[in-house]
C-alpha cells in the first residue's frame, strides 16, 4: 500500500527584485465552530484578490466576546485545521491561541508582519466585523498594517456601513450561516451537515461539542 503525503502548505516566496510581494490573506475568527461561510469568505478573497495564501487565526480569548463562553480554544483550532484540509492555500496559525490573555488584531497583525518580511496583508472580515471596527483598539494602525477586505453577509449592511477607509469590498455570495446558528443546531442535536466541512461534524460529534454547557478538553 502506498501512503500519499498530504499536500505541503505553500510557502511564501520570497521577496526579491522584479518579483511581486507576496500577498497574505489574514482570517481572524472565534471559528466556534468554523463553517462553510467562512471557507467561502476565504475562498473568494483569495482567487479575487490574487492571494498566495489565507491564515486563518482562530482567537484565543475574543475581546469582542465574554471570557469563558467559547468552546476551548484546543477544539477550535482542532476543528479549523479539519475545516482547511484539502486546500493547499490555506493555513492555521497557533499565535492567538498560544498567546496569553486577550488577543488584539493590531498585535497579530504586527507579530505576522515581522514574521513575514515584504508581505502584503490583506486583513478579511465579514461586513458585522467591519461593522464594530471603529472600536478596536487602534484601528488606524490596523489600516496601516493590513488592507481591509470585507465580505457580504447576510443581514448586515453593506457597502452603505462604509466609513470613509478604504476597503475591498467582496463580491461573495452571502451565505446564511452563522457559528451561533451551528451550535444552536448542535445543542438540540440537529444534523450540521452541508454546512460545516464533514471532518468538522464528525469532530463535534465525537467530542459532544456544543450538547452541553462545557465540553470536555480534547486529548492529547
Ligand atoms: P458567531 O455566530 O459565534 O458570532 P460567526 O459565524 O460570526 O460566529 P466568527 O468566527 O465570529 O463566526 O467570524 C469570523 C469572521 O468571519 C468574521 O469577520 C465574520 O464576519 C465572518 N463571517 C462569519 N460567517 C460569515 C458568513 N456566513 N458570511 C460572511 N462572513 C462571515
Redesign the pocket.
Given at each position: 500500500m502506498t501512503t500519499r503525503r498530504p499536500p505541503r502548505a505553500p510557502r511564501l516566496a520570497r521577496v526579491t527584485p522584479g518579483r511581486r510581494s507576496p500577498r497574505l490573506g489574514i482570517?481572524?475568527?472565534?471559528?466556534?465552530p468554523?463553517?462553510?461561510?467562512?471557507l467561502?469568505?476565504a475562498e473568494w478573497a483569495r482567487v479575487e484578490l490574487a492571494l498566495d495564501a489565507v491564515l486563518f487565526v482562530?482567537?484565543g480569548e475574543?475581546p469582542h466576546?465574554r471570557a469563558g463562553t467559547?468552546t476551548a480554544a484546543a477544539h477550535r483550532l482542532a476543528m479549523t485545521r479539519l475545516a482547511i484540509r484539502g486546500n493547499e492555500r490555506f493555513r492555521v496559525s497557533t499565535l492567538e491561541v498560544r498567546r496569553r490573555g486577550q488577543s488584539y488584531t493590531v498585535d497579530t497583525l504586527q507579530a505576522l508582519a515581522r514574521a513575514h518580511p515584504g508581505a502584503r496583508l490583506h486583513l478579511?472580515?465579514?461586513?458585522?466585523?467591519?461593522a464594530t471596527f471603529g472600536s478596536w483598539r487602534e484601528p488606524g494602525a490596523i489600516a496601516r498594517a493590513a488592507a481591509l477586505v470585507?465580505?457580504?453577509?447576510?443581514g448586515?449592511a453593506g457597502r452603505r456601513a462604509a466609513s470613509g477607509r478604504r476597503v475591498t469590498w467582496l463580491s461573495?455570495p452571502?451565505?446564511?450561516?452563522?457559528?451561533?446558528?451551528?451550535?444552536a443546531r448542535a445543542a438540540r442535536g440537529r444534523s450540521l451537515r452541508y454546512l460545516v466541512p464533514d471532518a468538522v461534524a464528525r469532530y463535534i460529534a465525537r467530542h459532544g461539542l456544543y450538547r452541553r454547557a462545557r465540553a470536555r478538553r480534547p486529548r492529547p
Open positions: 482570517f481572524g475568527g472565534t471559528f466556534d468554523p463553517h462553510f461561510g467562512h467561502a469568505l482562530p482567537a475574543p466576546k467559547s478579511l472580515m465579514g461586513a458585522d466585523t467591519y470585507v465580505a457580504l453577509r447576510p448586515s461573495n452571502g451565505l446564511d450561516v452563522s457559528s451561533r446558528a451551528l451550535r
